[in-house]
T-cell receptor
Framework: DAGITQSPRHKVTETGTPVTLRCHQT?????MYWYRQDPGHGLRLIHY???????DKGEVSDGYSVSRSKTEDFLLTLESATSSQTSVYFC??????????????FGPGTRLTVL | AQSVTQLDSQVPVFEEAPVELRCNYS??????LFWYVQYPNQGLQLLLK??????LVKGINGFEAEFNKSQTSFHLRKPSVHISDTAEYFC???????????FGTGTRLTIIP
């Protein structure tokens, strides 16, 4: 298994509070991704990073920000959590963009509940 | 733009019966195609992928998929399923030159003993 950990694994928070999710990898892969998984929607890309301090938006980036100060860590922040951000969040990594031979490897997920 | 459609949200199948999970894609350029599997309470893992060459792709756990360019499909098949195949299956597409995968909405495969 690819060395990807996510923390916390479960979190319950209240509307309006800030939340930070962490993704840590030991594979030295260049690309890192944050997805959210919701019933009926599959996985949707929130943000991704193609290097230290290099990030870009995905299809559902509103209300989320990211930072990557080290190759191994990719942080996802909800500045002011809302109930619509209740979801399961997955981090993924790949050596290069998914076009090509490289696979995305997924972490175990973080279940976030916003009350 | 790229998109992928999984028409079946749930597929119940008897144990040892064959199964086909359908996936259709849309793109104005050539694509790479993937199937991922998610077992209960786990992350996703790659089942198989089509990059080029033979249109019949074999993956892990006895699964295979066939790329059909004329029908823009990439259906997943297994000749005989087991209880352990109970999972959610996601088709994904990426167009040449793109950096982002697009996932389908998933098909939940339930195996009936």
């Amino acid at each position: 298994d690819a060395g990807i950990t996510q923390s916390p694994r479960h979190k319950v928070t209240e509307t309006g509070t800030p939340v930070t999710l962490r993704c840590h990898q030991t594979e030295n892969h260049r690309y890192m991704y944050w997805y959210r998984q919701d019933p009926g929607h599959g996985l949707r890309l929130i943000h991704y990073s193609y290097g230290v301090k290099d990030t870009d938006k995905g299809e559902v980036s509103d209300g989320y920000s990211v930072s990557r100060s080290k190759t191994e860590d990719f942080l996802l922040t909800l500045e002011s959590a809302t109930s619509s951000q209740t979801s399961v969040y997955f981090c993924a990594i790949s050596e290069s963009p998914s076009g090509g031979t490289d696979t995305q490897y997924f972490g175990p997920g973080t279940r976030l509940t916003v009350l | 733009a790229q998109s992928v459609t999984q028409l079946d949200s749930q597929v119940p199948v008897f144990e040892e019966a064959p199964v086909e999970l359908r996936c259709n894609y849309s793109s104005s350029v050539s694509v790479y195609l993937f199937w991922y599997v998610q077992y209960p309470n786990q992350g996703l893992q790659l089942l198989l992928k089509y990059l080029s060459g033979s249109t019949l792709v074999k993956g892990i756990n006895g699964f295979e998929a066939e790329f059909n360019k004329s029908q823009t499909s990439f259906h997943l098949r297994k000749p005989s399923v087991h209880i352990s195949d109970t999972a959610e299956y996601f088709c994904a597409v990426i167009a040449f030159g793109n950096e982002k995968l697009t996932f389908g909405t998933g098909t939940r495969l339930t195996i009936i003993p």
